[in-house]
Structure formats: structure tokens, C-alpha cells
């Protein structure tokens, strides 16, 4: 990989998500609990801005209520990860 194609890639990685991009892809409920389960795996949730990128993500997939409470930092995993939001 050269140069050029290295930075693409980085600048792609650091680039923020946008989590109605994420959700647009989505298209059952099981999946949407799929994405944020494999999200929430993913973060460490030890800072604000990946505690909302969580809700955020919860909402735009349109979770069940309860799946979009965090879990404490000791990495417990939050209830409700069924994804039956009616979709």
C-alpha cells in the first residue's frame, strides 16, 4: 500500500461516524440489535462521547426502550438488546 492509500485509509477510520448512516443500512430488528450489540462490544464507554454515540445508535436504530441505558464501566451489558422496535 502506498502512501497515498495509507492516509485514505486513515482519514477513514478518523473520520466520526454518523449514526443515521449506520441505521440507514439496517433494515430488520434483529439486525439493529446485531449492529448495536457489536457496537457496544467494540467501545470501552469510559468517556461521554462514546456513551452518546451508544444512545445515539440505540435511537437511530430504534431499539426497545431500556436498550440505549448504558452499563457501568465495569463493562456490564445493558437489558433489552432484543431489538423488537417494530420496524
Same mark, same amino acid.
Do not use: F, N, Q, W
Given at each position: 500500500?502506498? $502512501?497515498? $492509500? /495509507?492516509?485514505?485509509?486513515?482519514?477513514?477510520?478518523?473520520?466520526?461516524?454518523?449514526?443515521?448512516?449506520?441505521?440507514? $443500512?439496517?433494515?430488520?430488528?434483529?439486525?439493529?440489535? $446485531?449492529? #448495536?450489540?457489536?457496537?457496544?462490544?467494540?467501545?470501552?464507554?469510559?468517556?461521554?462521547?462514546?456513551?452518546? #454515540?451508544?444512545?445515539?445508535?440505540?435511537?437511530?436504530?430504534?431499539?426497545?426502550?431500556?436498550?440505549? /441505558?448504558?452499563?457501568?464501566?465495569?463493562?456490564?451489558?445493558?437489558?433489552?438488546?432484543?431489538?423488537?422496535?417494530?420496524?
Amino acid at each position: 500500500m502506498g $502512501e497515498s $492509500e /495509507r492516509r485514505l485509509v486513515l482519514d477513514e477510520i478518523r473520520k466520526p461516524l454518523d449514526v443515521s448512516d449506520i441505521a440507514r $443500512e439496517v433494515e430488520t430488528p434483529a439486525r439493529a440489535a $446485531e449492529v #448495536y450489540a457489536a457496537s457496544l462490544l467494540a467501545t470501552d464507554i469510559d468517556i461521554d462521547r462514546e456513551r452518546e #454515540y451508544l444512545r445515539s445508535l440505540a435511537t437511530a436504530l430504534r431499539l426497545v426502550p431500556g436498550c440505549g /441505558r448504558l452499563p457501568a464501566p465495569d463493562h456490564g451489558r445493558p437489558e433489552g438488546l432484543t431489538g423488537d422496535a417494530g420496524m
